[in-house]
């Protein structure tokens, strides 16, 4: 039995009184891609903040590559190849989409001199690659925060590749999307999977999209690890239904 | 692009000339190219990287008292030189600039490794917490260095007197040095900011979360940022105390309120975030004020706060964000509707 890339054991944490998280354990094996779904407010994006050190968390463990990561800050984390993209877009609004990507590179052994040098050619082609990956080519030169939603949606999807993360955490990366570009999103997102080696951490409230995506899901309602299996497994799970539409 | 060499050849030319042209306004036109080094380093944390500096001043102040210690320490002793002071030729050429290029030396490595103290202490501030911050460090300095005998406490150091025997018109001296200066700032600067470290303070100012996130160096950027200020700000500042000839701890050292405030200013006016917005709003505030003060004397304060108002009113974004606003594509701004690399159109 090998190592997951990514263990969450009994992780919990509250605010204040209300806990969000309590006892969540999740595994996430190398080159797969994983769900996570759960009613509004169920501790989805509060599990996602925790694993990338946003915040502390209260009990439990997380390890990435074998090695604890539960006491490490956010930027350690990102360059250990541990990202996230945020569910409302957080991309540099008044730098232009190159220039987004071109700062997006990997900040591994980063030394005085690199901090202080000219980027490579590579890197803008690299750039330009990933923004055609994604569509957005044409836009290349135009501010970032002149884009729509959806289009930054894509933009800080493409910033992400650009770090070459071994394993990427995706809040509702097809939220405000519109849905005739949902099925070139999901089909990236596999080709990010398959080509580029990017294991996939997904939460997604568009049940057509995870149960397409996902080779395994877990379940979480009221910051307590409700069920996991695969998405057939879940789609008759009496529980999982209950916990969407209110149980009787 | 070849015009662009052009213009900024002829723009080189005409500054080399300027003081021969108009020999009556050296000393002025040194404090132009003074302000500009002031605006442009005070851009670096404010403009492009988002971060209010009112602490900049302390950087000057520490380069322009420790280079004026070192020209006195090196051939007198402190009570030698006050019994000397104010008077004439105490000092040849030769000492002249071997104290003075030793003491700028070592004011750099004292400012770097002082905004590097102070970064790693306070650059965790974030918006108004770090502006209200740095406000209190310029005005700690101040009484500080106020308090201090060996550097002369409250009645201020004079810096040995320029030996115009030897050196000639130290009008032209100083002139040069500060074109030198402000050239080379913006030439580090406009270079820098093509480059990983301009990219990754853009990022910091449009969102350090995001920036950390996706595992940028932010802490280390951020002081590099200062220490660069710093670098330039030493630079000024020690040579400005000797072309003043006096250095007192409020006025002219860690002079805050005017200084401190106009870097800022002259960065805004221009169009922060830009490499020409600070030498533009450098150049026209230095104009303005220089006119206030011969046109409207007793009324100047007066004229420079209504300069002040109507900037942020009518010009909140700088010359250069209006520019920027109205025709963009004479900043290079372009539109290139190719869906991909091959070429192929929407």
Redesign the interface.
């Known amino acids: 039995m090998t190592t997951p890339l990514l263990q969450v054991t009994g992780v919990s944490k509250a605010f204040g009184g209300v806990v969000a998280n309590n006892d969540i354990s999740l595994e996430v094996p190398e080159g797969r891609i994983i769900g996570l779904i759960g009613p509004n407010g169920s501790g989805k994006t509060t599990l996602f903040n925790s694993i990338?050190g946003?915040h502390p968390i209260d009990s439990g463990s997380i390890s990435f590559c074998g090695d604890d990561i539960s006491k490490k800050q956010?930027?350690e984390i990102?360059?250990l190849g541990l990202?996230?993209t945020?569910q409302q877009t957080?991309?540099?609004?008044?730098?232009t989409c190159m220039?987004n990507m071109?700062?997006?590179v990997?900040?591994?052994n980063?030394g005085?001199r690199?901090?202080?040098?000219?980027?490579r050619d590579e890197v803008a082609e690299r750039a330009?690659?990933l923004l055609?990956f994604v569509?957005l080519?044409?836009k290349?030169?135009?501010m970032a925060?002149d884009l729509s939603f959806g289009q930054q949606k894509l933009l800080e999807f493409a910033?992400a590749l650009m770090?070459e993360p071994r394993l990427l955490l995706l809040d509702e990366p097809t939220a405000g999307i519109n849905p005739t570009l949902i099925n070139g999103l999901i089909d990236r997102l596999q080709r990010a999977n398959e080509t580029l080696g990017v294991t996939l951490l997904v939460i997604e409230h568009n049940m057509r999209v995870i149960m397409n995506l996902a080779e395994h899901i877990y379940c979480l309602a009221h910051g307590e690890m409700l069920a996991d299996g695969t998405p057939s497994d879940l789609q008759n799970d009496q529980r999982v239904i209950d916990a969407y539409l209110g149980a009787h | 692009m070849s015009r662009k060499k052009l213009y900024l050849l002829l723009l080189v030319g005409l500054m080399l000339l300027a003081p021969v042209l108009m020999p009556a306004f050296k000393t002025q036109l040194a404090m132009l190219m003074l302000m500009i080094t002031f605006a442009l380093t005070w851009d670096i944390m404010g403009g492009q990287m988002g971060y209010n500096s009112f602490g900049n001043i302390v950087f000057f102040g520490t380069g322009m008292y420790v280079t004026a210690v070192i020209q006195r320490d090196l051939f007198f002793t402190a009570e030698e030189y006050e019994s000397l002071a104010g008077s004439l030729n105490i000092i040849n050429g030769t000492d002249y600039l071997t104290g003075l290029f030793l003491g700028l030396g070592v004011s750099v490595v004292v400012c770097v490794i002082l905004a590097a103290i102070l970064g790693a202490g306070i650059l965790k501030l974030r918006g108004h917490y770090f502006a209200i911050c740095t406000l209190g460090l310029g005005i700690a300095a101040a009484e500080i260095a106020a308090g201090i005998d060996y550097i002369g406490a409250g009645s201020g150091l004079v810096p040995p007197t320029f030996p115009h025997e030897d050196l000639g018109d130290r009008g032209y001296f100083f002139y040069y040095y500060f074109l030198t200066l402000a050239a080379a700032t913006f030439t580090v600067l406009s270079w820098l900011y093509k480059g990983q470290f301009g990219l990754a303070i853009n990022a910091i100012r449009d969102d350090e979360d995001k920036a950390e996130a996706m595992g940028i160096h932010t802490t280390r950027y951020k002081t590099l940022a200062w220490c660069i200020s710093a670098f330039f700000l030493a630079l000024a500042g020690g040579a400005l105390g000797n072309m003043v000839g006096f250095i007192d701890p409020t006025e002219v050292a860690f002079a805050g309120a005017t200084f401190g405030v106009w870097m800022v200013l002259m960065a805004i006016l221009g169009g922060k975030g830009t490499i020409w917005g600070p030498v533009i709003g450098a150049t026209v505030f230095h104009i303005m004020q220089e006119l206030f003060w011969t046109y409207l004397f007793g009324w100047q304060r007066v004229a420079l706060g209504i300069l002040v108002i109507s900037i942020v009113v009518f010009f909140p974004e700088g010359i250069m964000g209006f520019i920027r606003d109205r025709w963009p594509e004479l900043l290079g701004h372009k539109v290139d509707l190719k869906s991909s690399k091959k070429g192929s159109t929407p």
């Open positions: 990338v946003f956010v930027p990102a360059r990202l996230r945020f957080r991309v540099y609004g008044l730098m220039d071109r700062i997006s990997p900040h591994v980063e005085l690199e901090m202080l040098a000219r980027h330009e690659e055609e569509g080519y044409s290349r030169h135009l925060g910033m770090n």
